[in-house]
Every structure is written in C-alpha cells, then in structure tokens.
C-alpha cells in the first residue's frame, strides 16, 4: 500500500520516510543553541508525490516571506530540501534521496508520536535512526543575521515500520561470540 503526501499550504504530511538522526525523544542544544527535537528525514527520490509535495510547500513560504526579506525573493536563498546524492554522498542510507532536516524547539513541547493506527507511543525505543515514519512539516521563512532561508518545522510523527537502525555502529551480537566454557568465574 503506498501511502501518499499531502499538502495543506506551507505544511505537508510526507509520504513513507527514513528517519535519521532522530532526537524526537528528549530534546537537545547543538553548540550552545536553544535545545530542540530533531529529525532528518530521508526522502526517496522516487517518491515523486512527497517531492513535489515538499518544493510546493517552500516556494508557498519563499511568497509568505517576502515581507521577512525585504519584499523580494533573494536569488541566494537557503532551502531545506538537499540531495543526499551530492551532501551525503559517502552514507548509503542517503544514496537516491533528498533529505530535510526538520527540527522544533523544545519550548513548543515534544512531537505527538503515534504508531499506524493513531495510537500514542511512549516506548523511546519506537521511533529511531532507520525505522520508516511519515511527518508533519511546516516550511517557513527566516532571515536571522543575515541568513536568508525557508526551514522546516517539525510537527507530528507516525511510525509506519521498523527498519536498520542507522547508528554507525555495531551491536554487541555482532561484536562477540557466545563464550563456551564451563569456568564458575564467568558472570
């Protein structure tokens, strides 16, 4: 079953995503900045529908915030969407996609997380780095000290399915071997 994107102005609902880097759970501060929950969201570039959902929802928010830059939209503007191609291009998980960082601060409260039939998740070990989610995303725009660009703000997540955890890391399954011996000082 594929499930489709919507759009409602500057805010989508995406289509199926990978959730990377995802700190939805307890919010953090990067380099001293307001603490904030966090995702990237890893957007196959087949998902044509999300793709497009999402370059709509921006050139909306490019027109809603011309006021911010001076009554004009600026040639040099920073915009969400990226190519995980080009950015990302040594992390498999990012090989054929775009990815948006989309993030909220914690002064807004957590992201409601639901699974696919609506229902709350409070399990932290749910929702992480690898599993598939769709995503409520409003796109604004900034101009913050000279920089000029739509973000992406993080609403709502539904877990949709587990997937690889993209830690970078191994598990201690991987790393060890079941001891066999019979020695009364192991644990």
Known sequence: MAISAKRNGTKV?????????????????INGSDEKYSVSLIISKD?????????????????DGKAKFGGKIPNTLKTPLRDGDEEREDDEAYKNSYFINANRNASQGQPQIVDAYKNKITDTTAVYSGCFIRASVNFFAFNTNGNKG???????????????MLSGGSTADEDFDELDTDDDDLI
Do not use: M
């Open 150 to 164: 739509i973000a992406a703000g993080l609403g709502n997540i539904q877990k949709i399915r587990d997937g690889e």
């Open 47 to 63: 998902d044509t529908e999300t793709i497009k959902a999402i370059e709509e929802a921006i050139e909306e928010a490019k027109q």
């Open 13 to 29: 609902i995406t289509g199926e995503v990978r959730a990377s880097y995802a700190k939805v759970w307890e919010p953090e501060s």
